[in-house]
């Protein structure tokens, strides 16, 4: 007999069955029955470059404004 322990220290017997159509598993999110935006890693990946390259300007610009408002006291 196979026992799973669960939250609370509470056992259970009966094991997760191999086919269980429960919608918890991992996979289902890359289905394309799967709800929400439907975009490619390759997007993601160049819209994470995008912001990353975005928060370094920022940066940039901020250290050259405060070296020019510094300068003029």
Known sequence: ???CRVMGGATTSAPPSAGSDSGSNM?????????????SPTVVLIMTLC???????????GKIYR??????L
């Open 1 to 3: 007999m196979h026992c």
């Open 27 to 39: 996979l289902w999110f890359y289905t394309d029955d799967a709800p929400g935006l439907k975009i």
């Open 51 to 61: 912001f990353t390259a975005f928060v370094a300007a920022l940066h940039i610009f």
């Open 67 to 72: 070296a020019k408002a510094g300068a003029g």
